[in-house]
């Protein structure tokens, strides 16, 4: 298994209120159990709780929890779970792979040029449908994780200001 990677973990829970965001740390959690006592912790009667793991501007985890309960997963590239401990915390059980990055153009008509170069060498993993009844369906999720160039932040922003938490993770980079 790889070595250490520089990550970035941060959990927003929609409660009554709306939105919590808080950062998690990672590095001291043993196993996905204790990572999902984590995301309970965020917002303790939340309807969802997303968490996002960015790690060296090249990985993108993101984990949910309904009610908290019922765990899915979704990996950006099945790499994570080789190049460091934290990967293979959140990614070393997924089985079921995601749609292939490839599948997004399968049956477009669109010209080429329209569409953004997809990373070649990415191999996503895990549930990505998990966002789809809050407005990012799974052709939109791989999409943007596969466009190359973008990073994880990207990515994580992107859906947080879709789903309406965007100010609360920003807010929470910033500080």
Known sequence: MGGKLSTFAAAVGRGKNGWTASE???????????VVDAMRDVEPDADVTL????????YLAILRLDEGDDLRVFGSDSAFADESRIGAMLLGDIEAPALEIDELTAGDDEDDTDRPA???DADPVGDAELLNDLGINAHRLLG?????GTMP?????????????GDE?????DA
């Open 118 to 120: 997809s990373d070649p």
């Open 24 to 34: 998690v740390d990672l590095s001291s959690l043993a196993d996905i159990d204790e």
């Open 153 to 165: 932040a990207d990515v994580t922003a992107e859906i947080c200001g879709r789903i309406g938490c």
């Open 144 to 148: 943007l994780c596969g466009q190359e």
């Open 169 to 173: 993770m920003e807010e929470l980079r």
């Open 51 to 58: 968490l996002f793991v960015e790690s060296d501007d090249l």
